[in-house]
């Protein structure tokens, strides 16, 4: 097979349009990795959202799982955040589970900036973030509570808040 300058020069040329410009916007370039509720606190306490969220049952769900049921890997997925890059579980529904992976998108001058921290891996939550988690084939305590399940409710009572005592006889 004959290989022409031509092609070798656009192969370069297509390369570089996938690879080449490292700007602002990162999507789908650089990996989203969880950092965790800690890293977020740094600059969310003031505004009282970390303090509030970790008090809530998002933040205490894993936690209040017994140790039996700790070791289910189907409620891993509904109980925890994800891991780090370092590989350390990131457990109970954290900031991220909601708002994505935050390691390119936690810093000052992206975070000030919408767009910018859209672009890096910040999402604005809607219903369907909620419904991964409160649909009625979810294992037995979630499926429970998503027969109730409303969003509008939800998000007008506080979605960082929510520290009613354990309804749901997950031990
Ligand atoms: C270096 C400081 C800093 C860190 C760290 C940080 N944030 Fe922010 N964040 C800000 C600032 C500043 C704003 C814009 C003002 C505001 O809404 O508080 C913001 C806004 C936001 C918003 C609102 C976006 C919008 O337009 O509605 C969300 C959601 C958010 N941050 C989530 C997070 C999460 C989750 C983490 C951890 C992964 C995090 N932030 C880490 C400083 C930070
Ligand atoms: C269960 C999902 C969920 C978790 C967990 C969560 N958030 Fe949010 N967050 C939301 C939703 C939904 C909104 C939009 C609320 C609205 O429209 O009033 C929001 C809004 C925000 C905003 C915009 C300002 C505001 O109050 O509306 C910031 C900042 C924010 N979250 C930061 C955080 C941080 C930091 C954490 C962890 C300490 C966190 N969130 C955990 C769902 C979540
Ligand atoms: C990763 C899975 C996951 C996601 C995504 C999630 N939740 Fe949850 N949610 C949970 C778990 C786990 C509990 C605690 C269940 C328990 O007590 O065992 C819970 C509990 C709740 C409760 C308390 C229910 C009660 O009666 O005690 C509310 C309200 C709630 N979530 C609202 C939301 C909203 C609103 C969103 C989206 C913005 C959301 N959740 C996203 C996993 C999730």
Redesign the pocket.
């Given at each position: 097979m004959r290989i022409s300058v031509f092609s070798v020069v656009s192969a370069f040329i297509f390369a570089g349009l996938l690879f080449g410009s490292a700007g602002a916007d990162q999507t789908d370039k650089v990996k989203h990795e969880y950092v965790g509720?800690k890293k977020?606190?740094i600059?969310?306490k003031k505004?009282g959202?970390?303090p509030?969220?970790?008090k809530?049952r998002?933040?205490i769900a894993w936690d209040s799982l017994s140790t039996e049921k700790q070791q289910d890997e189907k409620l891993k997925f509904y109980y925890t955040t994800g891991t780090t890059a370092k590989g350390e579980l990131l457990t109970g529904?954290?900031?991220?589970?909601?708002?994505g992976p935050g390691s390119n998108y936690k810093k000052k001058t992206i975070m000030q900036d919408r767009k910018l921290s859209v672009a890096n891996g910040l999402i604005?939550?809607?219903e369907t973030?909620?419904k991964k988690c409160h649909h009625d084939k979810a294992p037995a305590p979630l499926a429970k509570i998503a027969k109730d399940f409303d969003f509008e409710k939800?998000?007008a009572n506080?979605?960082?808040q929510m520290h009613e005592a354990d309804t749901t006889g997950t031990k």
């Open positions: 509720a977020c606190k600059c969310h505004d959202i970390y509030s969220w970790a809530s998002h933040a529904v954290q900031c991220e589970v909601c708002h604005i939550p809607d973030t909620c939800a998000v506080g979605v960082h």
